[in-house]
């Protein structure tokens, strides 16, 4: 983990009971370190729904849009469809 820390040269290690975790928080090292990383090496499977989502809303941060009641709404709309709130059915197309 700490080569992906020094790999990225942001973000801190952290211990969660028997993990160690590196965590990016600083805006500007997900804006201009993360996101373009995972769009040029882009997760696979269902994953890559909530990378997509992550980035609408960094979109919208990143415009200050959080600052607003309607982009604050936004974010709280895409946010509930992520992860277990996601209908992955709908994804997918036949």
């Given at each position: 983990m700490n080569?992906?820390?020094?790999?990225?040269?942001?973000?801190?290690?952290?211990?969660?009971r028997?993990?160690?975790?590196?965590?990016?928080?600083k805006f500007?090292?997900?804006?201009?370190?993360?996101?373009?990383?995972?769009q040029?090496?882009?997760?696979?499977?269902i994953?890559?729904?909530?990378?997509?989502?992550?980035?609408?809303?960094?979109e919208?941060?990143?415009?200050k849009?959080h600052?607003?009641?309607?982009g604050l709404?936004k974010?709280?709309?895409?946010?509930?469809?992520m992860?277990?709130?996601?209908?992955?059915?709908?994804?997918?197309?036949?």
């Amino acid at each position: 983990m700490n080569l992906i820390k020094l790999y990225f040269n942001c973000g801190r290690l952290q211990t969660d009971r028997d993990c160690i975790i590196v965590t990016i928080t600083k805006f500007t090292d997900i804006i201009d370190i993360l996101i373009p990383f995972l769009q040029k090496y882009p997760l696979e499977g269902i994953k890559q729904f909530n990378l997509i989502d992550f980035i609408k809303v960094a979109e919208l941060i990143k415009t200050k849009a959080h600052l607003t009641s309607v982009g604050l709404e936004k974010i709280l709309l895409i946010k509930s469809g992520m992860n277990r709130g996601r209908n992955y059915d709908s994804n997918f197309t036949d």
